[in-house]
């Protein structure tokens, strides 16, 4: 039986994706950007492509991009894990830290186990002087995670 065009696109996409992330990770964030990009082309309403591509913005910077982006992903799959932490995390570079606290709450409703998102939380606090809300937010990070003790 022959793959119908939107299975092959899917498949294709899903490569892609692959792709991206495997840069991702390595920290090559720039070049992750295509990968998403033709994810996109391929599969236009593809959640995952979205989110990526706005953690990937953010880490180059590019905040409004990740913002609009993550904003794409949440339309789509209001419940993809991951991505409140990331929009926020722009939101956060672009100098709100109540908003962001606010957000990252949200973040965390979403994903509890998601230390990251407590420890930006805390850093949040953190930026506005507020020690004690700081260090509740780390301690909660290193209770879900013991190696986030660093913070």
């Known amino acids: 039986m022959v793959a119908s065009a939107q299975e092959q696109a899917q498949k294709l996409a899903r490569r892609h994706l692959d792709a991206g992330v495997a840069l991702h990770e390595s920290g090559r964030f720039a070049d992750s950007v295509p990968e998403y990009d033709l994810v996109l082309r391929l599969y236009p309403h593809y959640d995952e492509a979205y989110m990526?591509?706005?953690i990937a913005y953010a880490q180059l910077d590019e905040n409004q991009r990740a913002i609009q982006d993550c904003e794409r992903a949440v339309r789509l799959n209001p419940n993809l894990l991951g991505v409140y932490a990331g929009w926020v995390r722009a939101g956060s570079a672009m100098g709100e830290p109540e908003e962001a606290i606010r957000n990252f709450h949200e973040a965390i409703v979403r994903d509890p186990l998601d230390t990251e998102s407590y420890l930006d939380r805390g850093d949040a606090?953190?930026?506005m002087g507020r020690d004690a809300r700081t260090?509740?937010?780390?301690n909660e990070a290193v209770e879900i995670e013991l190696d986030k003790a660093e913070a």
């Open 52 to 54: 990526n591509r706005g």
């Open 135 to 138: 260090l509740n937010y780390y």
């Open 125 to 127: 606090y953190s930026d």
